[in-house]
């Protein structure tokens, strides 16, 4: 049971390019999440879908779009890549609304 | 929406001592609190959580306490060990118009625990 997989681990971008983060969960899992975890700044929402077939932003969703392919499935696509996006990337899902994160192993990702 | 701040950002004990770690919450609606230990180059992970309809909950070391009336909530990790240290992250979460809530977390800035042998 992997849980929680997300891909790449690292990645480095050149300022322009783009790029699709992947996550998967094989726990049968509803909601699916993106964070963001910077220095000092705690874990910050980028897009959430709440079930499969439906997405919504969180706080930080400019520069991003998502995609929940199916329920297992939930990518995150940066069109064109700045180097404020230079961050930690965590993908998470719940069984239900209200109960604790599952996470990904995270991807670091540098923008250069 | 929701704003979660936590306090103190670091935090530095000897083995054995008592931590505290303190967070407030923006939106009296919330009616979730998990807390995160986040170990160097992991991933965050719950490791205890409480709902609004109840005022402390314990799990052996740590237990974590709400006040709602003051919209703040508390771990306290005892008897500290060096592998207590690590990040530790709070969160809060709101229900959507419904009442249902969509998990939808809002974390803390974190605090650095460092325990001392």
């Not at chain 1, 690292?10 to 699916?32: E, P, R, Y």
């Not at chain 1, 940066?78 to 990337?89: F, G, I, K, R």
């Not at chain 2, 083995?15 to 009616?31: L, P, R």
């Not at chain 2, 530790?88 to 709101?94: D, R």
Request: proline content about 5%.
């Amino acid at each position: 049971n992997a849980g929680v997989t997300q891909t790449p681990k690292f990645q480095v971008l050149k300022t322009g390019q783009s790029m699709t983060l992947q996550c998967a969960q094989d726990m049968n899992h509803n909601s699916m999440y993106w964070y963001r975890q910077d220095p000092g700044m705690g874990l910050r929402l980028i897009y959430y879908s709440a079930s499969e077939g439906t997405t919504d932003k969180g706080e930080v969703p400019n520069g991003y779009n998502v995609s929940r392919l199916n329920k297992r499935e939930f990518s995150l696509r940066l069109e064109s890549a700045a180097p404020s996006q230079t961050s930690v990337y965590f993908c998470a899902s719940s069984e239900l609304p209200g109960t604790g994160y599952t996470f990904g192993s995270g991807t670091r990702l540098t923008v250069v | 929406g929701e704003n979660v701040e936590q306090h103190p950002s670091t935090l530095s004990v000897q083995e054995g001592d008592s931590a505290v770690i303190k967070c407030t919450y923006s939106d009296s609606a919330s009616n979730y609190f998990p807390w995160y230990k986040q170990e160097l180059g992991k991933r965050p992970q719950l490791i205890i959580d409480i709902r609004s309809n109840v005022g402390e909950k314990k799990d052996q070391r740590i237990a974590v306490t709400l006040n709602k009336t003051a919209k703040h909530f508390s771990l306290h990790i005892t008897e500290t060990q060096p592998e207590d240290s690590a990040v530790y992250f709070c969160a809060a979460s709101i229900p959507n118009a419904g009442g249902t809530s969509y998990g939808k977390l809002t974390f803390g800035q974190g605090t650095i625990l460092t325990v001392h042998p």
